[in-house]
């Protein structure tokens, strides 16, 4: 059973850092893209960081790209969220997702219906 558990979230003010993590048990890890989605309230799910673990290479919506750093650790089964220089409009749930490499086409890596491996989601605040 594939599970994917996030944990860090939480109130953060403007301009500031959080890290988030995920324990992902269940698949084989390396064969696998990883990272984070996020929904704010009234809007559509958002792919914001991906990372393929089986070389390491990741994915970034424009929003996001040089805020935010996506690692993954295969020892440990694990994925981060680093989130710097935080906004506002950063505020969403952020969800861990996982799917097997070979399913997802090029240039389709931050789609959501890719990802059938979704957490329960941890909630991120940013104050202004």
């Known amino acids: 059973e594939v599970r994917l558990v996030e944990s860090g979230g939480g109130l953060v003010r403007a301009g500031g850092s959080l890290r988030l993590s995920c324990a992902a048990s269940?698949?084989?890890?390396?064969?696998?893209?990883v990272g984070w989605f996020r929904q704010a309230p009234g809007k559509e799910r958002e792919g914001v960081a991906i990372?393929?673990?089986?070389?390491?290479?990741?994915y970034y919506p424009e929003s996001v790209k040089g805020r935010f750093t996506v690692s993954s650790d295969s020892a440990k089964n694990m994925v981060y969220l680093k989130m710097d220089s935080l906004k506002p409009e950063d505020t969403a749930v952020y969800y861990c997702?996982?799917?097997?490499?070979?399913?997802?086409?090029?240039?389709?890596?931050?789609?959501?219906?890719?990802?059938?491996?979704w957490g329960q989601g941890t909630q991120v605040t940013v104050t202004s």
């Open positions: 269940g698949f084989p890890f390396d064969e696998f893209f």
């Open positions: 990372i393929s673990s089986s070389d390491g290479t990741t």
């Open positions: 997702v996982a799917n097997e490499i070979d399913e997802i086409l090029g240039g389709q890596e931050l789609q959501q219906t890719n990802y059938d491996c």
